[in-house]
């Protein structure tokens, strides 16, 4: 199978290609424009007849460019974006116009071939305060007013264009995405707290630490998105569904890592912009892709085990 992968640079992306060349029978074309990633081709180096890496800004990629990079491939995993609640909480129109320009320049040429199955991904975000989050819940984005819902706009209005264009599509939402290659950007709350607990130093929650997450360690969710995309024109939510608040999350940090680190409680209005606003409980429902055979095989501990 000829698979095109936009945005395979990226933390998600660079294992996914993995798990898909280790079949030996899949051929895989990485498009990145390095702008948050990086990419060591001698990783790929066993497979260097499998793999194709193209540095390009999809943005601004020439139309017959990318339907070139689209000939004889059988599906096209969309995994390019600017990503995070805090990146669009800083810079929301970056992150509206990223993505929904992004939007605009490739999913028309898509629709216009036609044929190729599409697999997007988005996010958690789009549920806002839930409180089920399955997946035919409606969305709950919060008001304009508050740049921190720039990002789940601009990904569910993607959301839509892919819905409705001709090609199949496969939408997954992504809960709180987690493994040892993640950089602590943009938010991403557990590498942020096994960084400052490997250096000795305070590992900061916000608020009381009392908000709730649930996370998914990278190999379960590129598990998951390979099971996702054989049963397409569907929503899936991928995570795992193992609830722990922040201020337990930072306890459980500092056990495994035998870490001297305090816990530094930081309110809100000290980290974000004066708009934010945080969720208080967002764990998934994830009997939809369970029901494809896919099971979280990581616990919270083997995650954090994993990352230190």
Excluded at 19 to 48: G, M, Q
Excluded at 84 to 111: H, S, Y
């Amino acid at each position: 199978m000829n698979i095109l992968l936009l945005g395979g640079a990226g933390f998600i992306g660079k294992e996914l290609t993995h798990r898909l060349l280790k079949t030996r029978w899949n051929r895989i074309t990485v498009v990145d424009n390095l702008a948050t990633s990086k990419i060591d081709l001698d990783e790929f180096d066993e497979y260097k007849n499998l793999f194709e890496f193209v540095e390009a800004d999809l943005n601004t990629i020439e139309e017959r460019a990318f339907r070139k990079l689209c000939s004889r491939k059988h599906q096209v995993y969309h995994l390019a974006s600017s990503v995070g609640v805090q990146l669009g909480d800083e810079q929301p129109k970056q992150t509206m116009f990223n993505n929904v320009a992004l939007a605009n320049k490739i999913i028309p040429i898509l629709d216009d071939i036609g044929k190729i199955p599409v697999i997007y991904s988005s996010t958690s975000e789009i549920y806002g305060e839930g409180p089920t989050f399955k997946e035919e819940d409606n969305p709950g984005i919060g008001s304009s007013s508050k740049a921190r819902w720039a990002y789940a706009t601009s990904k569910l209005m993607s959301e839509h264009m892919i819905r409705a264009s001709r090609f199949d599509s496969t939408i997954v939402r992504f809960f709180n995405i987690t493994g040892p290659s993640q950089l602590p950007n943009y938010g991403m709350v557990l590498p942020k707290m096994i960084e400052a607990a490997k250096a000795g130093k305070d590992i900061i929650v916000h608020g009381d630490g009392s908000q709730v997450r649930s996370f998914c360690h990278i190999k379960d969710c590129v598990e998951a998105l390979v099971k996702a995309s054989e049963k397409p024109n569907e929503i899936y939510n991928i995570g795992a569904d193992n609830p722990v608040s922040m201020k337990q999350l930072a306890e459980q940090v500092i056990k495994l890592s035998g870490s001297s680190s305090k816990i530094q409680y930081v309110p809100y209005e000290e980290a974000f912009t004066k708009e934010f606003e945080d969720i208080m409980y967002r764990v998934p429902n994830i009997d939809k892709i369970r029901s494809l055979g896919y099971e979280p095989k990581y616990s919270l501990d083997d995650i954090i085990t994993d990352m230190i």
